[in-house]
């Protein structure tokens, strides 16, 4: 990955969403190539059961800014302590149809297992970066969303899970921005608003 495209982005802020929070894309690089790090939602929590995430949530008033809103949720969510964590820069934050406005960081962290917190999570899954840019395993469709217009929506399918909706939005531009992927001009098909997700 290219470290330094990351740290020399300049990352557009969303400052006028009711509510804030942030992720840690984690990605570890070891010996069976480069992987990033994602939770599998548990599938009790009220919102985005069972999705595939990167490890994060919303700001507490504890948290002295985003970036330690950050490091707080991947230490309780997966046990990622915060001295282990090398932020290398951020991407562009992003709003969700939840209306949180969500500012995701990029850093390297350490090739071990990572124990994932039940209340919260219901799995860690640790996915090669070069299937995760495989186009192979990469689709797109594009919907009218009723509040915010015309969108398009990937899904990234590898190992037996699928990564999409705003952490797919967030892999997409880390991809691009730290490896040679690009995401295709067309996508692979138009559906109606309503139409049932494809996961």
């Known amino acids: 990955m290219d470290w330094q495209r990351v740290a020399d982005h300049d990352p557009v802020a969303v400052t006028d969403e009711a509510r804030e929070a942030a992720v840690i894309a984690p990605v570890v690089a070891g010996e069976d190539g480069t992987r990033l790090v994602f939770t599998k939602r548990a599938d009790h929590l009220g919102e985005h059961p069972g999705q595939m995430s990167f490890p994060g949530g919303g700001r507490e008033p504890v948290d002295a800014d985003l970036r330690a809103t950050a490091r707080r949720e991947a230490r309780e969510e997966i046990g990622l302590a915060p001295p282990e964590l090398d932020v290398v820069g951020r ?21 071990r297992e990572y124990t994932p917190d039940r209340r919260e999570v219901a799995e860690v899954a ?27 929506v990937h899904f990234f399918r590898v190992d ?14 880390l991809l691009e921005l730290a490896t040679d992927w690009t995401m295709p001009g067309e996508v692979d098909r138009v559906v109606d608003p309503d139409a049932d997700f494809p996961v």
């Open 91 to 111: 991407l562009d934050d992003i709003r969700t149809i939840t209306n949180y406005a969500v500012r995701p960081y990029v850093a390297r962290v350490p090739d």
């Open 126 to 152: 640790v996915l090669a970066v070069d299937d995760l840019a495989d186009l192979d395993n990469y689709e797109s469709e594009r919907r009218d969303h009723p509040h915010h217009g015309d969108i398009r």
């Open 160 to 173: 037996g899970y699928t990564v999409w909706g705003a952490t797919a939005r967030i892999l997409v531009q």
